[in-house]
């Protein structure tokens, strides 16, 4: 008769959850890695103790953009809801099946991210799904809740519970978000009004979009990168690369648009070569290791 092995304890339950944390974690870096190269590149300059958190934070506002953007087959109003609950429940229960809202309300408690955060950006993914004109207040309704509050998030993760450096911070780093945001209306002008029959900046025409028009939208960029780059200078080092990365690529493809005429700003999307992201980061760095920054 055979002998069976020794019985062998299961590891602790301990042990299991701490694995579905990392797993969870780990999908939102896989989202981070194949969605973005350029927000991967500026995660990997971060300190390596916001790695995870940061990862979430992107994982989670991806997978609410890809509702709104891809599922065109889908009733994208009821799953946004959906996932908006879902998002709620796991904070609340501190714990989702869903591995992107778990590795997600894992950074929230760690780093009291602001519920209201969450909301205004979940708000601003509705109104995507909506026909609507937008003038000044929906404008920057919209902007706040899509780009502004995504910088508030990473800003309490870099701010590890310093909350008077975060008020300190609090403008710069909506105003860098507004730059963001303002430049990938620009880029996207044209894909945005024949996709999705819309026109962020208010009142503007497209068919009336001229060099003029583009003239006085890159001022009002131009004066929140100015804004945003004074925040920057202000963060603690383990996160200033990493930000700083990101306002460079930016300035880089504002400055490509700039240089540009109207027409060709609707002929197609600007983008910033592979190659010159790779001398971007190398500036970046040893601009950071100078202390030129």
């Given at each position: ?123 601003s993914m509705a109104m995507d799904l ?5 003038n000044e207040q929906l404008y920057n ?153």
């Amino acid at each position: 008769m055979a002998t069976l092995p020794p019985a062998v304890s299961p590891p602790p339950v301990a042990d299991h959850v701490a694995l579905f944390d990392q797993a969870s974690l780990g999908c939102s870096k896989l989202i981070t890695k194949r969605y973005s190269t350029s927000f991967t590149l500026g995660i990997r300059s971060l300190d390596a103790r916001f790695h995870e958190a940061i990862y979430a934070v992107y994982g989670f506002v991806r997978w609410a953009d890809e509702i709104v953007d891809t599922f065109h087959d889908r009733d994208k109003a009821a799953l946004l809801r959906e996932f908006r609950a879902e998002t709620h429940r796991a904070i609340d229960e501190q714990f989702s099946m869903n591995p992107v809202l778990h590795a997600f309300q894992l950074a929230v408690r760690r780093y009291g991210i602001d519920r209201e955060f969450i909301d205004a950006f979940l708000h601003s993914m509705a109104m995507d799904l909506e026909d609507i004109c937008y003038n000044e207040q929906l404008y920057n309704e919209y902007i706040y809740g899509s780009a502004e509050v995504v910088g508030l998030m990473c800003l309490r993760v870099f701010c590890e519970g310093d909350d008077a450096l975060f008020e300190r911070l609090r403008n710069p780093a909506r105003r860098l978000g507004a730059a963001f945001q303002k430049i990938n209306f620009l880029r996207d002008l044209r894909s945005d009004y024949e996709d999705r029959g819309r026109v962020y900046f208010p009142d503007v025409c497209y068919e009336q979009f001229d060099n003029a028009c583009k003239r006085r939208i890159e001022a009002d960029i131009k004066a929140d990168f100015d804004a945003g780059y004074a925040g920057i200078v202000q963060l603690p080092r383990s996160a200033r690369l990493g930000v700083y990365l990101a306002y460079v690529y930016y300035l880089k493809l504002f400055s490509t648009i700039r240089e540009l005429p109207a027409q060709r700003i609707l002929a197609g999307r600007v983008r910033v070569p592979d190659n010159t992201k790779l001398l971007l980061l190398l500036g970046s760095y040893f601009r950071y290791r100078l202390r030129a920054i």
